[in-house]
């Protein structure tokens, strides 16, 4: 059954450290989402990709964090630097097509900022 | 804008006994609704969805949700609890114009032998 890859599952950085993350949605998937989920929260969105552009980022703090899809394929999240509010859930996600019902989530990497 | 409300931060339920998760959410126009499942330290596991049609609607392990339009409801249901349906629970709603699913916080179920 595919999946959708992340990794690393857990890092620890030190607070004003860079950080990235990886991901590798469904083959063939063209929407890819980035969600922060926060303890004891729901996941938020970070970033939505349709193929390589970005749909929708109004939530991701512009100023510290980036994503790219330079392919259309795989993605990655950096923080730079690292806060310790960072601390989370990095969950991503993939959809068919843009307008696709479900979302298939990732395992997620878990996000410790010390 | 768009909403959902989880009202319980935990359901507790003996094994065997129905159980039922509650979601309310608010939204412009038609509603797209569905149910995730967490475990720990683990992504989110689509359980089932409501487009359209019929109001109840049959997940995956079991479990099912009943959409009301005039509660602006879309409640998890299963007849009979197991242990292991012990996880988080997440309710999410998108409207019919907009890509982007809107999450509750989440109820932890516990479900005791």
């Known amino acids: 059954e595919a999946e959708v890859a992340q990794s690393p599952r857990y890092k620890i950085t030190e607070k004003s450290q860079a950080v990235a993350f990886w991901c590798d949605p469904i083959?063939?998937?063209?929407?890819l989402y980035w969600y922060r989920q926060i303890l004891g929260q729901g996941p938020e969105l970070l970033v939505q990709?349709?193929?390589?552009?970005?749909?929708?980022d109004s939530q991701l703090p512009k100023d510290r964090f980036s994503a790219e899809r330079l392919k259309g394929v795989d993605s990655t999240l950096k923080i730079q630097p690292a806060e310790l509010g960072d601390s989370a859930m990095y969950l991503c996600?993939?959809?068919?097509?843009?307008?696709?019902?479900?979302?298939?989530f990732g395992q997620g990497t878990r996000l410790t900022v010390v | 804008a768009q909403s959902v409300a989880q009202p319980e931060d935990q359901v507790n339920v003996a094994e065997g006994n129905p159980l039922t998760v509650k979601c309310t959410y608010s939204?412009?126009?038609?509603?797209?609704l569905f149910w995730y499942v967490q475990y720990p330290n683990r992504g989110l596991q689509f359980l089932l969805k409501?487009?359209?049609?019929?109001?109840l609607v049959k997940g995956s392990y079991g479990f099912e949700a009943e959409f009301n339009k005039s509660q602006t409801s879309f409640h998890l249901k299963k007849p009979s609890a197991l242990v292991s349906d012990s996880a988080l629970y997440f309710c999410?709603?998108?409207?019919?114009?907009?890509?982007?699913?809107?999450f509750g916080r989440g109820t932890s179920l516990i479900v005791h032998p």
């Open positions: 996600a993939s959809s068919h097509l843009q307008g696709s019902i479900e979302a298939f």
């Open positions: 083959s063939g998937h063209a929407t």
């Open positions: 990709f349709q193929d390589e552009s970005v749909v929708d």
């Open positions: 939204v412009s126009g038609n509603p797209y």
């Open positions: 409501y487009i359209t049609g019929d109001n």
């Open positions: 999410a709603v998108r409207a019919g114009g907009s890509y982007i699913p809107t």
